[in-house]
């Protein structure tokens, strides 16, 4: 590719002109080609039969260019943050529409109806591993080439980027191998035939192995700053990906300790915020703990502001002639590209999951004493029973049309996607507080990742609400400076979605009907109970974003229960499918076909 034609590429794409028209106009020609090298190796590695495709152009990239200046460093990233645009819209479709949380409609693609019966073939749009083999080579080519040691003005010119470079090679690992289960582990530049004949002749990898392998390779870089980039957002926060990364290697002490240090960073903690759903102007109706009903908003509450929320997340193109644009709403929702023929719908189990869940509220009495209620369930709105994250976020409406219209009259708004136009977000901040959650759990505090869901993690209520032995063997994990994390700013997680949690006397850490023989006997007993109300908080918080099936097979692995995944997904549409439910008790059918 020359630069004439790398040029009228980036015109032709907003997104690449916004990303480089800062530095483009002042750069010296010979400056220009390393960029036109480095967008080479998505040009020509867009797609293909194999994992790993080479040609000429890629040759004359290694041969003729060298990252040896500060100025290769934004381009080189803005290379790989184009790759992860590509498997964007993939993250979230594949981890919900393999999931218990969505049914597929009559209008569905075919290539979405296979990944939602795990029917899935090699030439299924949704099935292209060079994809990401794309971003991994990209990333293996800046850590092979990168002038590490250059050192200007008493820095290291490269130490930031090589650290983002590192995480984005992690996180790209992350995704391939959940959806593929076992993968070539290439950790060098492939720019040749022969070279890529010799990766995948080697042994395949599989999740544990690649989790190990790279929790070892970003540790180093947890303390590196961000990148200057157009967005600190843009990069993806070193701790919380080994907290993920952690939890999938089963290393529970290492999760808590990477996830609990980003929280609690001096400089720039990590809080949950108060921000909910709230219901309005009560009406007392009778006598009991279910007095009253209440008014609902469906605007949907602000958990997606990029500025607070969003830890990680890729800009997406506004035109498909723009550059990469996120199709998630043609998929999600009824909109003028499918004649509002939505092509999933939220699944049975998806609505009794959310139904189930109490909504309570507590009225001040006094001072010292605070009124229960818990909210009746017998609203005709859509959505409005029980946890009101669903209502938030979904609404049914129809709309006139003739028979001969072509267009849909029943149509169904998710709110989630509307911002999908402009990015794709990967981590939030909920998500990492679960993920503690999860990791203090299975290293035996259960009261305290309870903390997480139903009070808030700031001291006062880890010491009221966790027992002194739990606080003991726990240790520093449960510091939460008061100064910081108040009641002003930390909330439980379910409280999001279900009000007064803190007053809800039905939702607490299970106890045994009868007395076991020992604590840790109880403790034990309270772990997998513990984790399941985590993994349904995980559900209803991250609905339509992508996580589902993960969650699912994360636990199902650490139990070496098959079952616990095949049966909450052969139950999605509320009874259980059996012939679905025998498949995915073969591990096997989780993933998709390597090409």
């Given at each position: 590719m020359n630069m004439n034609i790398l040029s009228k590429k980036i015109s032709e794409k907003p997104v690449l002109r916004q990303l480089l028209a800062p530095l483009w106009g002042k750069m010296p020609a010979g400056q220009k080609g390393v960029v036109v090298a480095v967008f080479t190796l998505f040009f020509t590695l867009s797609s293909c039969s194999d994992m790993l495709e080479t040609d000429s152009s890629m040759i004359e990239f290694a041969e003729d260019n060298q990252l040896n200046s500060a100025r290769d460093t934004v381009f080189s990233l803005m290379g790989v943050v184009r790759g992860i645009q590509t498997i964007a819209d993939r993250t979230f479709i594949l981890g919900d529409i393999r999931s218990d949380q969505v049914v597929v409609t009559n209008s569905a693609t075919p290539a979405i109806k296979q990944l939602a019966n795990f029917e899935v073939d090699t030439d299924n749009p949704y099935n292209k591993v060079s994809d990401y083999y794309a971003i991994i080579n990209n990333c293996n080519y800046y850590i092979e080439n990168a002038d590490t040691a250059l050192v200007k003005l008493g820095k290291k010119v490269f130490e930031k980027e090589f650290a983002a470079i590192k995480t984005y090679r992690a996180w790209t690992y992350l995704q391939l191998v959940k959806n593929y289960g076992n993968v070539p582990l290439v950790l060098k530049p492939v720019l040749t035939e022969a070279?890529?004949?010799?990766?995948?002749?080697?042994?395949?990898?599989?999740?544990?192995?690649?989790?190990?392998?790279?929790?070892?390779?970003?540790?180093?870089?947890?303390?590196?700053?961000?990148?200057?980039?157009?967005?600190?957002?843009?990069?993806?926060?070193?701790?919380?990906?080994?907290?993920?990364?952690?939890?999938?290697?089963?290393?529970?002490?290492?999760?808590?300790?990477?996830?609990?240090?980003?929280?609690?960073?001096?400089?720039?903690?990590?809080?949950?915020?108060?921000?909910?759903?709230?219901?309005?102007?009560?009406?007392?109706?009778?006598?009991?703990?279910?007095?009253?009903?209440?008014?609902?908003?469906?605007?949907?509450?602000?958990?997606?502001?990029?500025?607070?929320?969003?830890?990680?997340?890729?800009?997406?193109?506004?035109?498909?002639?723009?550059?990469?644009?996120?199709?998630?709403?043609?998929?999600?929702?009824?909109?003028?590209?499918?004649?509002?023929?939505?092509?999933?719908?939220?699944?049975?189990?998806?609505?009794?999951?959310?139904?189930?869940?109490?909504?309570?509220?507590?009225?001040?009495?006094?001072?010292?004493?605070?009124?229960?209620?818990?909210?009746?369930?017998?609203?005709?709105?859509e959505f409005s029973n029980g946890d009101l994250r669903l209502y938030s976020t979904l609404y049914h409406d129809t709309q006139s049309v003739d028979e001969a219209s072509p267009f849909s009259r029943e149509c169904l708004t998710n709110y989630k996607t509307s911002y999908t136009s402009s990015m794709i977000w990967f981590y939030r901040v909920q998500q990492v507080y679960l993920m503690y959650a999860e990791a203090l759990n299975r290293l035996g505090y259960p009261e305290a990742a309870m903390c997480v869901l139903k009070y808030g993690l700031r001291n006062q209520n880890i010491e009221r609400y966790v027992s002194e032995k739990e606080r003991e063997k726990a240790g520093s994990l449960l510091d939460f400076d008061d100064e910081v994390f108040t009641k002003d700013n930390t909330m439980g997680v379910h409280g999001r979605g279900c009000g007064d949690v803190d007053c809800d006397k039905n939702y607490c850490v299970p106890q045994p009907t009868s007395e076991l023989a020992s604590y840790e006997d109880t403790v034990q007993y309270q772990i997998p109970l513990v984790e399941q109300m985590i993994i349904d908080e995980y559900a209803l918080e991250f609905t339509f974003e992508g996580k589902r099936f993960y969650d699912l097979m994360r636990v199902a692995l650490r139990r070496n229960d098959p079952a616990y995944l095949a049966d909450a997904i052969a139950k999605r549409n509320g009874t259980l499918d059996e012939t679905l439910r025998s498949k995915l008790m073969d591990k096997n059918n989780w993933y998709l076909p390597l090409k």
């Amino acid at each position: 590719m020359n630069m004439n034609i790398l040029s009228k590429k980036i015109s032709e794409k907003p997104v690449l002109r916004q990303l480089l028209a800062p530095l483009w106009g002042k750069m010296p020609a010979g400056q220009k080609g390393v960029v036109v090298a480095v967008f080479t190796l998505f040009f020509t590695l867009s797609s293909c039969s194999d994992m790993l495709e080479t040609d000429s152009s890629m040759i004359e990239f290694a041969e003729d260019n060298q990252l040896n200046s500060a100025r290769d460093t934004v381009f080189s990233l803005m290379g790989v943050v184009r790759g992860i645009q590509t498997i964007a819209d993939r993250t979230f479709i594949l981890g919900d529409i393999r999931s218990d949380q969505v049914v597929v409609t009559n209008s569905a693609t075919p290539a979405i109806k296979q990944l939602a019966n795990f029917e899935v073939d090699t030439d299924n749009p949704y099935n292209k591993v060079s994809d990401y083999y794309a971003i991994i080579n990209n990333c293996n080519y800046y850590i092979e080439n990168a002038d590490t040691a250059l050192v200007k003005l008493g820095k290291k010119v490269f130490e930031k980027e090589f650290a983002a470079i590192k995480t984005y090679r992690a996180w790209t690992y992350l995704q391939l191998v959940k959806n593929y289960g076992n993968v070539p582990l290439v950790l060098k530049p492939v720019l040749t035939e022969a070279e890529a004949a010799a990766e995948m002749s080697k042994p395949y990898s599989d999740i544990n192995s690649i989790c190990n392998y790279f929790i070892d390779d970003i540790k180093p870089y947890v303390d590196t700053e961000y990148p200057a980039i157009t967005s600190s957002k843009y990069s993806i926060p070193v701790r919380v990906l080994l907290g993920e990364l952690c939890l999938w290697a089963g290393r529970y002490n290492e999760a808590a300790q990477y996830l609990h240090e980003y929280l609690t960073m001096k400089n720039k903690p990590v809080r949950t915020g108060i921000s909910s759903k709230q219901v309005s102007n009560l009406t007392k109706v009778g006598t009991g703990d279910i007095r009253y009903t209440a008014d609902f908003s469906r605007t949907a509450y602000s958990i997606y502001d990029n500025s607070t929320e969003m830890l990680f997340y890729v800009p997406m193109a506004s035109y498909d002639y723009a550059g990469v644009k996120s199709e998630i709403s043609s998929v999600y929702e009824s909109v003028l590209a499918n004649n509002y023929y939505t092509q999933i719908e939220p699944s049975q189990a998806l609505k009794d999951l959310s139904y189930k869940q109490n909504y309570v509220y507590c009225l001040e009495a006094s001072q010292t004493e605070r009124d229960t209620i818990y909210l009746g369930k017998g609203r005709s709105f859509e959505f409005s029973n029980g946890d009101l994250r669903l209502y938030s976020t979904l609404y049914h409406d129809t709309q006139s049309v003739d028979e001969a219209s072509p267009f849909s009259r029943e149509c169904l708004t998710n709110y989630k996607t509307s911002y999908t136009s402009s990015m794709i977000w990967f981590y939030r901040v909920q998500q990492v507080y679960l993920m503690y959650a999860e990791a203090l759990n299975r290293l035996g505090y259960p009261e305290a990742a309870m903390c997480v869901l139903k009070y808030g993690l700031r001291n006062q209520n880890i010491e009221r609400y966790v027992s002194e032995k739990e606080r003991e063997k726990a240790g520093s994990l449960l510091d939460f400076d008061d100064e910081v994390f108040t009641k002003d700013n930390t909330m439980g997680v379910h409280g999001r979605g279900c009000g007064d949690v803190d007053c809800d006397k039905n939702y607490c850490v299970p106890q045994p009907t009868s007395e076991l023989a020992s604590y840790e006997d109880t403790v034990q007993y309270q772990i997998p109970l513990v984790e399941q109300m985590i993994i349904d908080e995980y559900a209803l918080e991250f609905t339509f974003e992508g996580k589902r099936f993960y969650d699912l097979m994360r636990v199902a692995l650490r139990r070496n229960d098959p079952a616990y995944l095949a049966d909450a997904i052969a139950k999605r549409n509320g009874t259980l499918d059996e012939t679905l439910r025998s498949k995915l008790m073969d591990k096997n059918n989780w993933y998709l076909p390597l090409k």
